[in-house]
């Protein structure tokens, strides 16, 4: 049977896994395309987004981040 603080300790758990699944953006926003996008507009999108935050050609301090966040909507 379940203690009181560990039904506490889950329900805590199961809404910080909510809040973060409710804050993270869509791939679509990420490649700015919207949802009906063709699978060749999405590549298109990704090809330009890519490109333009790759850590060789973006000396920017956030553009690694950015490439990474792009990579993970493909």
């Not at 049977?1 to 329900?11: D, E, L, Y």
């Not at 804050?23 to 330009?48: C, N, T």
Request: hydrophobic fraction near 40%; glycine fraction near 2%; aromatic fraction near 10%.
């Amino acid at each position: 049977m379940a203690t009181p603080q560990s039904v506490f300790i889950f329900a805590i758990c199961i809404l910080m896994i909510t809040e973060l699944i409710l804050a993270s953006k869509s791939y679509y926003d990420i490649l700015g395309v919207p949802k009906s996008a063709s699978e060749r507009q999405i590549k298109k999108a990704f090809h330009k987004m890519a490109m333009k935050y790759h850590p060789d050609k973006n000396k920017s301090p956030d553009a690694e981040a950015k490439f990474r966040e792009i990579a993970e909507g493909t």
